[in-house]
């Protein structure tokens, strides 16, 4: 989750590490998660204050070759709903989490994007969604309450022809367009949830530029270099940098002084445009009020430190 749930809660909050199977316990917490977004608003809104949360989705690793079949077993139960999930190698999930120790081979990254939410939010505060009784479920994907049920929100349906390669075409149902029609009549600033869905972060930043909640969130991103990218965009059409910078992104929405933020090998990877994109994601981490520590900053990222701290090797005995 990163930063915003207790020990205690944890385990509710990430639902496709508590519950691998479908079934009430896992509807229970997928629920549970939810809900959890909207509570915060509520709690900054009657406080005042700022709650330091971070939505940047779960990962489960594995330490064997049956424990990552298990895995890609769950990734599969994950597609159902339309939730992306993503199975990474040994090499995969060690850029995704650098300290793990290295006998983990592999692992399911969750990535449940807020962005999403907070569009569904804004369509479900809509006078028409209310009139039809349409809350925020109706406008996510991964619920069955809106999406097409012919295609199960996927816009396209595949059809295995088993000896020769598999024919995919857009759902017949939907035109491609993966709601309902009745969920498609809802329209916020003159769009559908389709039409949003379709934008790219830096045309949704724009277009949705009076929904503070929306706003915040597509800026930040843009700031980090992703502007190009559609609003819907999954973990595995991201490369390891835009990952990062997407990371970057979502903790600069929850920073605050005395945070400290490690990242490891930051450069690792990035041609010049990215690098400075990089570059300056730290930096604004550091202006919010948090201590970014950067392992192996050589080149471009290390010049830009306030200190380097220089790690040798004891002399052989």
């Not at 509710?12 to 939810?34: M, T």
């Not at 990734?75 to 040994?90: I, R, S």
């Not at 006078?127 to 012919?150: I, Q």
């Not at 950067?294 to 220089?310: E, L």
Request: one cysteine or more.
């Amino acid at each position: 989750m990163g930063a915003g749930a207790t020990q205690a809660s944890a385990g509710v909050l990430a639902p496709f590490i508590e519950a691998h199977d479908r079934g009430p316990l896992l509807d229970l917490a997928e629920r549970s998660l939810g809900l959890y977004d909207e509570f915060v608003a509520r709690a900054v809104e009657d406080s005042g204050s700022t709650v330091q949360y971070v939505r940047s989705g779960t990962l489960e690793v594995a330490l064997d070759a049956a424990a990552l079949e298990r895995l890609e077993a769950i990734g599969k139960v994950c597609a159902a709903p339309g939730v992306h999930a993503e199975l990474l190698d040994a090499e995969g999930v060690r850029e995704a989490e650098p300290h793990l120790t290295p006998v983990v081979v592999g692992g399911l990254l969750v990535e449940l994007l807020g962005a999403h939410r907070a569009l569904a939010r804004m369509f479900a505060d809509g006078s028409v969604a209310r009139e039809n009784h349409h809350g925020t479920d109706h406008f996510l994907l991964e619920k069955p309450g809106g999406r097409c049920p012919a295609c199960e929100g996927q816009g396209t349906i595949r059809h295995e022809l088993g000896l020769v390669e598999d024919v995919e075409v857009t759902c017949s149902v939907c035109d491609g367009r993966r709601f309902r029609d009745e969920v498609l009549t809802v329209t916020a600033h003159g769009v559908t949830i389709a039409e949003a869905y379709g934008m790219t972060v830096g045309e949704a930043e724009v277009h949705f530029g009076r929904e503070r909640s929306v706003k915040e969130i597509f800026s930040a991103a843009v700031r980090c270099g992703l502007a190009r990218r559609p609003v819907d965009v999954s973990s595995q059409a991201l490369d390891g940098v835009e990952r990062l910078l997407a990371r970057l992104a979502r903790h600069q929405l929850g920073v605050r002084r005395g945070d400290l933020v490690l990242v490891d090998r930051p450069g690792a990877g990035c041609d010049p445009a990215a690098t400075a994109c990089v570059i300056n994601a730290l930096r604004r981490l550091v202006t919010g009020g948090a201590s970014v520590v950067v392992t192996d900053a050589v080149g471009s990222v290390g010049v830009h430190a306030d200190a380097i701290i220089a790690l040798e090797a004891p002399p052989a005995a």
